[in-house]
């Protein structure tokens, strides 16, 4: 190949039409495109004409087209324009001559009838007009057609004057549109811009070339299917008024992207591929010549196209980043996402890359809209050179290395998981519904290994009798039934395993799960097309009916067990949640509902995170509450933040407000279900600053306890605060001072020992903290017997709140329980911190009581004691709570030794 215009005939015969075109092309091929100025060169164009007169709109864009598409070839094949380059100038010059025919055709039609107005808003109207498929996505083909909608704002009249006739806004953008569609589209000497496709709109080509907003409304809500929820991800606005693309988007929106996680679409996708292959298949059935089709062929573009979109539509609807239009920038966004690993998108933007020069050199032989191969042995040597490779084998074989990988990579999410059950799918479902087969059941259930196959089978068959399944559609119930079906032997083989928990009890946790999720299709083909999440839902459920219960409740953390992504448990990933939790509630400033349920579900997709990795055995109990505790100040922290900008007459853009930190969050302690102990103070001496900030108060409150959809975040307990409940709301840091030095209670300083800084302005919480070490550090020796008196006299409170009688150990209020030794601690600190300011630290019971015994201050075998005891205690606890069980009672003689420790170190310190 001796030169770019070698290789293409078109360019050849464009250039020996005109001599004196080299020049203009040789000038513009040094450029780069990204940077060119349409509207010059549609200038130069125009006044090139040999008579001297101006040319038309038409005929100027029509020779701009002609040689833009030769300044790409050429550009393209010596090396100097990569495929972003290509595509982007495409759609780009796309764009602006959309605009410039439709500004003229709208000029032609108002002289003819007037403006459009709009019968409800009295407004003038404008046509959008939506660019579809890769040109709505900015990666337009050199000689690919353009895929448009018109759409208009509202139905009306136009105002016609003097010596014009009136129409109705739907026929004067019907003849809009066809105006604008023959200025683009029609072969003139000069040959066309771009051939137009309007079959994406409504109703397709049986329905009005241009659609008002309410019509497009309608017709998505009643008459949208799969397929147009895929088309319209890409669709964008090339003209329009601001509003009027905001009302559209405002339409569009819900119906493309779910709110929930639709895992359904998936198999929507798989049926439209096999469409689309099916007829490909025929296609090179009978003309074998046209075989290799780059774009619609098996691992070709499409399929690159399917797989980002179809995570664009299972989750756009949670994650607005990923309503991205641009194939490319989807792709790298889902390895942002960790939805798909760093080196696969590689590999996949790497195919990309190749099939889309590939497909722009098999156009540029002829200018025509192809995506095969071509039949002549010398074009396909003649593609291979313009690819840089020496014959069409080694073309070939390149290829189908891209095609392999890329189909590899579309099977593993869009193969038909349902063939791999093996079986009739309705008969499971049969055979469960009817009682007369429970003795059956229970043969095979005892069969698999099965405890107490009898009660197991007659709570299948109960719960398959139940009305929310008898009523289900037959699909969602022969997909339940299969479900149930696979799960049987997975359960029988986890408790096997696992050597914990009964196939019975397991059973019933799964069902229960079965039932709340049964009407949610979408959670139902999750399980399908991801076999592996049943069996990770079963062995989580299987080792923890609190788990159990918290994923029945929230089954959107179904997506948590798809795989192992962002399982780390360090900052890092703590950082990347805070970083994206800001994002989405920006995305949705101004909508407080969707806020709400935006902070319930990165709270408890974490949460569920963290659970994995403690029932996996991964984290210690102090490690799994430092990783709840921190979790906990981040949604502290937004939720003042966003609830601060609810206040409406709010007198600073940035609050002087503080959460203050106590009991388990104080003490970095939290387990999964704790409520939070905080304080709120503030330090302003605006006129407005007390009513702002007791309104904000009242709002993070709001804001952390209501129930939505997506559940609750925590219960919050304000008991503490000065004065308690019937103290204000709200204290300045200068009345919690003065309260603190002088009319505190000894039990408010003791619960001070494990209060923190949580949230919200540094300069108060730093205040905090050094009113904090002043209070603790206090020297109350002369006072100790009264000191002694006092926590001993607030543990009988307690103790006689809670009296133990079950015959188990209550593992916080017995006597040698968690609250002694807290009491024990919160004490010492008081006593001592005068002598030792190093006890004010807010190091947790354990540290602090190795400190004590280094100390001196009590004795370091029973320190160390006490420190194991309330270890095990923690960890005992944290079991029993994780079996859904309310009161942590175990059996005495676990505990017996430990608890013994502790009373005799009662008994030292308080005699």
Known sequence: MNSPASASRFLQRWLGADPARAGRLAALAELSLSSLDFGAALALESAASQSGNRLPLGRAMRRLRNLLICTIIERDLAGRADLDEVVTAMSRFADFAVQSHLAESMNEMTAAHGVPIGQDSGRPQQMMVLAMGKHGGGELNVSSDIDLIFVYPEDGDTQAGHGQRSLSNHEFFIRLGKKLIAAIAEITEDGFTFRVDMALRPNGKSGPLACSL????????????????YAWVKARAVTGDAADIAALDAIVRPFVFRRYLDFGVIDAIRTMHAQIRAEVNRQERLHPERSHNVKLGRGGIREIEFLAQVFQLIRGGRDPALRERSTRKTLRLLAERELLTADTVERLLEAYTFLRNLEHRLQYLEDAQTHTLPASPEDRQTVARMMGLPDEAALLARLDEQRVFVAAQFDAIFADKADKTGGDQAEPAATMSDPENSEAIAQQLASLGFDRPQEAAARLVATWQAPRLQTLPEASRNRLGALVNTALAQIAAVVRESGVGS???????????????????AYLSLLTEYPHTLERVIRMINASGWAATFLTQHPILLDELLDDRGRGNGADELAALASSLAAQLDAAAGDTERQLDILREAHHARLFRLLALDLAGELSVERL??????????????????????????????????????????GKELG????????????????????????????????MTTHTPAGILFDIDTALRPDGASGMLVSSI???????????????????????????????????????????????????????????????????????????????????????????????????????????????????LRMF????????????????????????????????????????????SHAEVVVRLWRACFG
């Open 214 to 229: 309410n019509m497009v409304e309608d017709y998505l809500i009643v008459q949208g299917r799969e397929w147009e929820r």
């Open 503 to 521: 196939q019975a009890a397991t059973l019933g946790r799964l069902l229960d799960f079965f039932e709340a999720i049964a009407r949610r299709s």
């Open 625 to 666: 509450a430092d990783h709840l505790s921190a979790l906990a100040d981040l949604i502290v922290a937004e939720v003042v933040q966003r609830a601060w900008l609810t206040i409406p007459k709010r007198h600073r853009e940035v609050p002087r407000f503080a959460v203050v930190a106590y009991g388990k969050l104080g």
């Open 672 to 703: 999964y279900v704790s409520d939070l102990d905080v304080i709120f103070l503030f330090d302003d001496e605006d006129q407005d600053a007390p009513g702002n900030y007791a309104k904000l108060a009242q709002r993070f409150i709001t804001w």
């Open 734 to 848: 200068g009345a919690f001072e003065r309260y603190q030095r002088s009319s505190a209670w000894i039990w408010e300083h003791q619960a001070l020992t494990r209060a923190r800084f949580c949230a919200g302005d540094a300069g108060i919480g730093a205040r905090f903290e050094a009113i904090r070490e002043e209070v603790l550090r206090q020297d109350r020796s002369a006072r100790e017997a009264e000191l002694r008196e006092e926590v001993v006299k607030m543990r009988k409170r307690m103790h006689d709140a809670h009296p133990g009688n079950s015959g188990r150990f209550d593992l916080k209020h017995d006597d040698g329980g968690m609250i002694d030794i807290e009491f024990i601690v919160q004490y010492l600190v008081l006593r001592h911190s005068f002598e030792h300011p190093q006890l004010t630290a807010n190091k947790g019971n354990i540290t602090l």
């Open 853 to 896: 015994g280094e100390l001196g201050l009590i004795d370091q075998a029973l320190a160390q004691g006490a420190a194991d005891a309330y270890r095990l205690m923690r960890k005992l606890q944290h079991q029993v709570r994780l079996q859904g069980q309310e009161q942590a009672r175990v059996d005495p003689v676990l505990v017996a």
